[in-house]
């Protein structure tokens, strides 16, 4: 991937990707990782004057992401989206007869592969795209693998089928927090990452994207 003067960087998703936002200043980055990519890339590339917008919004599933697609991503023209969504699609759908539903699961692909033909057809943005996670702590997190699994597999066909950039969250973090602890990384909850969660990500997503000057 490369980075032009005043390239346009999008990050949108769900709460790991909002982080308390203010959503009235348009030019809020949260808390999290968009800050943090923000921060290092800004930093590193100063003489680029690059802009970032994060458009995450706590709860999404990829329904909510499809109706507000257009003008979220596809009108702001970005010349990068990156992509974390999926979390809450298993989360909502725990102890319903949705979990892990065939159905729930196509639809999902579906969506998922409307977002990013849009992308590819109605703007020049390069494509990043995070596969959603959950960590093992507490330990009822394990059933929601039942939904979750399949889903990343989703994406990462996707992935491949777009020959998009990628970055595997669910197996990098579950390994961190395998030699640290769980709750290191995404406190008591095992989805919405602490500091050091995010410093991860955001670390995952300068290395994945291996940014050279242009």
């Given amino acids: 991937m490369e980075l032009k003067k005043n390239d ?43 802009q970032f917008l994060n ?10 992401l499809e109706n507000r697609w257009a003008e979220d991503c596809i009108s702001l023209q970005p010349d990068i989206v990156s992509i974390l969504i999926g979390i809450n699609d298993t989360w909502h759908h725990v102890g319903t007869t949705t979990f892990a539903s065939q159905d729930a699961l196509q639809e999902f692909e579906e969506m998922y592969r409307l977002l990013l033909n849009q992308v590819k057809n109605k703007t020049n943005a390069q494509i990043v795209i995070l596969e959603p996670f959950v960590l093992s702590d ?55 990452p602490t500091v050091a969660g995010h410093g991860m990500i955001a670390k995952a997503w300068l290395e994945a994207v291996k940014v050279k000057e242009k």
């Fill in 8 to 50: 346009l960087i999008l990050f949108i998703g769900d709460s790991i990707t909002d982080v308390g936002r203010n959503r009235e200043e348009g030019n809020d980055l949260g808390h999290g990782y968009p800050l943090m990519v923000a921060g290092a890339l800004a930093a590193t590339y100063p003489e680029l004057q690059l």
């Fill in 55 to 64: 458009r995450g919004i706590s709860g999404n599933k990829i329904t909510d």
């Fill in 138 to 192: 507490p330990i009822d997190r394990l059933e929601w693998r039942t939904d979750l699994d399949p889903r990343i597999q989703i994406i990462r066909r996707l992935a491949t089928e777009f020959a998009v950039d990628f970055i595997p969250l669910d197996g990098l973090l579950n390994s961190i927090g395998m030699k640290t602890s769980f709750q290191y990384l995404t406190g008591d909850d095992g989805v919405h």
